[in-house]
């Protein structure tokens, strides 16, 4: 199943929110009424952003998370393929 632009321009709105990127958000905003989505959904989309900033934040710091250089994506894979993230460079990271 492949998402459709909408969708994809809405998660990038939230994504804006998270990354505190005005002109991404400027941006994304746009093209998600160019692909259908109302000011509603929109307004949805920035809600989820400002809720993922505000638990990563909690969370970062609650899971006291510092980057693991020595060990590989493929080990964290192996280690646990239900939950395929691990703290990296500059916090957390998820493995394709």
């Given at each position: 199943?492949?998402?459709?632009?909408k969708t994809k321009e809405l998660i990038a709105v939230g994504a804006s929110i998270?990354?505190?990127c005005q002109p991404c958000l400027?941006?994304?905003s746009k093209?998600?009424?160019?692909f259908g989505s109302d000011a509603?959904?929109?307004a949805e989309?920035?809600?989820m952003g400002n809720r993922v900033r505000f638990i990563s934040k909690q969370a970062e710091s609650a899971s006291g998370c510092k980057p693991d250089k020595t060990r590989t994506s493929a080990?964290?894979?192996k280690e646990n393929p239900m939950f395929p993230f691990?703290?990296?460079p500059g916090g957390w990271w998820f493995l394709p």
């Open positions: 199943m492949k998402l459709d632009d998270t990354a505190h400027e941006y994304h093209k998600a009424l160019e509603e959904e929109i989309a920035i809600e080990a964290v894979r691990f703290c990296g």
